[in-house]
């Protein structure tokens, strides 16, 4: 019997999705310096070993390891002549996991992020090359057969509208999950609010908005309410960080446990949100937690690894929040995600 399609299932009740792939990949050996959407074609079956301990964990939802695949991020590796291969190889590795595990419930959405750079007035990209980049890699994974695109940990905008339009162009009624990373003073680093990303991603037609990455299962519980407000209609998604990272002898360590992310489940759940997951530092063991969550009734306290700082109520000057958004692109690590 066919799986339903993912909006009418979601209907229905809340999804697991799973949690990171560039955690998996670190913890097995691989530095975070390399390029991580390239091992869907040099080790394919180190991918899919991932995949299937999520899907083990009882995840319904698979993102494809393409976070990074596009033009402007492969360039850095000299791959950008593969892109369409390695967007290709990445939908093809989650397909024969599910296949292989002969469940019929699981959903394969396809991870697109943020170019890596900036797009003018901020940078020098123009949109129509940052268009281009989007449509190669959205057509792509859309061709090759996923349920549904993820845009994920946007933090621009317009960046958002083009990836949205391009996804449109190439088919209509493909469903769009778009969610959005939020700094520590619940802003983006461009100091849009949750209210006014909210406004933004309703307005641009997407199917499912949502929150990702971030600090932590408390704060993104906290933005997700309020975006929950001003779009109360469109499902909404919640896949947070496993806390705030701290390097440990050479080691990225995220301070909440798998316990922590179960308590904060079925939270996710009551507020309405239709699709729940990790981010970065989460592990099968967080998605299992999830999955098998008791039927807590409220949240724990704030975990000390995601301790936010005074909320800003006002939004920086456009002086500000460029001058903060070529900071972030300067830190911006050239890894993939999670």
């Known amino acids: 019997m066919a799986k339903p399609a993912l909006l009418e299932r979601l209907k229905r009740g809340p999804l697991l999705a799973d949690g990171a792939m560039g955690t998996m990949l ?6 975070l310096g390399r390029c991580f959407d390239e ?14 301990q999520y899907l083990n964990a009882g995840a319904e ?17 000299n791959l950008q002549r593969q892109t369409i291969e390695i967007n290709e190889a990445g939908v093809e590795i989650v397909r024969g996991v599910i296949e292989a ?31 281009a980049a989007f449509r190669k ?40 999950i778009a969610n959005f990373s ?19 991603l309703a307005s641009a037609g997407v199917n499912v908005l949502g929150v990702n990455c971030s600090i932590g299962p408390a704060q993104l519980l906290r933005i997700a309410g309020v975006m929950q407000q001003v779009a109360p209609d469109l499902p909404l998604a919640i896949l947070p960080n496993a806390g705030f990272p701290e390097q440990v002898r050479g080691r990225m360590v995220y301070p909440a446990s798998p316990d922590y992310f179960g308590e904060y489940a079925l939270a996710f759940a009551e507020l309405g949100a239709r699709i729940i997951g990790g981010c970065c530092g989460t ?43 070529r900071m972030h692109v300067a830190r911006r690590p050239i890894r993939d995600h999670g």
């Open 26 to 31: 670190h913890q097995s050996g691989l530095r």
């Open 39 to 52: 091992l869907n074609l040099t080790d394919p079956h180190l991918v899919a070993s991932i995949h299937r």
């Open 61 to 77: 939802i698979i993102e494809t390891n393409t976070f990074s695949a596009n033009d402007f991020k492969l360039q850095q590796f």
């Open 101 to 131: 595990s002969g469940r019929q419930d699981v959903y394969i959405a396809g991870s697109v992020g943020p170019l890596g750079t900036w797009i003018a007035p901020i940078g020098r990209v123009t949109e129509e090359r940052a268009y």
């Open 137 to 176: 890699q959205i057509a792509t994974l859309i061709y090759s057969g996923v349920d549904a695109l993820l845009l994920e940990t946007f933090s621009d905008l317009n960046e958002v509208s083009i990836a949205i339009r391009a996804a449109r162009d190439v088919r209509p009624a493909v469903p769009v």
């Open 182 to 200: 939020f700094t520590r003073d619940d802003c983006t680093v461009l100091g849009d609010s949750a209210t006014r990303v909210a406004q933004h």
């Open 283 to 325: 592990t099968p063991a967080h998605i299992q937690a999830m999955r098998e969550a008791p039927g807590r009734r409220s949240p724990p306290a704030c975990h000390a690894g995601e301790r936010a700082a005074p909320r800003r109520t006002e939004r920086p000057n456009a002086l500000r929040a460029t001058d903060r958004a």
